[in-house]
Nanobody
Framework: QVQLVESGGGLVQAGGSLRLSCAAS????????MAWWRQAPGKQRELVAS???????NYASSVKGRFTISRDNAKNTVYLQMNSLKPEDTGVYYC??????????WGQGTQVTVSS
């Protein structure tokens, strides 16, 4: 079983920064993709950023240039550096891990609130 634990959320003013972390533990044989998603109140969960096993990255257009995803394979940890935060970035942020066997695991989520 794989567990994902997110941390680093909180309340920040518009223009500020936060760094989210997601640590994976348990029986992990091979990780394919790690990603960050977010869900605002009343909206569907959306992909924010992802990183593949060879270091490729992908960003939602709304965060490109402001957010940076990175990964420490030795620690099975993925990070999301969020700069120039906007009120519309508010939501619950979830990390996900997709194994090489295409199983998807989710964290419990961490709240990010950006005040105007």
């Amino acid at each position: 079983q794989v567990q994902l634990v997110e941390s680093g959320g909180g309340l920040v003013q518009a223009g500020g920064s936060l760094r989210l972390s997601c640590a994976a533990s348990g029986t992990i044989f091979s990780i394919n993709t790690m990603a960050w998603w977010r869900q605002a109140p009343g909206k569907q969960r959306e992909l924010v950023a992802s990183t593949g096993s060879v270091g490729s990255t992908n960003y939602a257009s709304s965060v490109k240039g402001r957010f940076t995803i990175s990964r420490d394979n030795a620690k099975n940890t993925v990070y999301l550096q969020m700069n120039s935060l906007k009120p519309e970035d508010t939501g619950v942020y979830y990390c996900s891990l997709t194994s090489s066997g295409s199983q998807v695991y989710w964290g419990q989520g961490t709240q990010v609130t950006v005040s105007s």
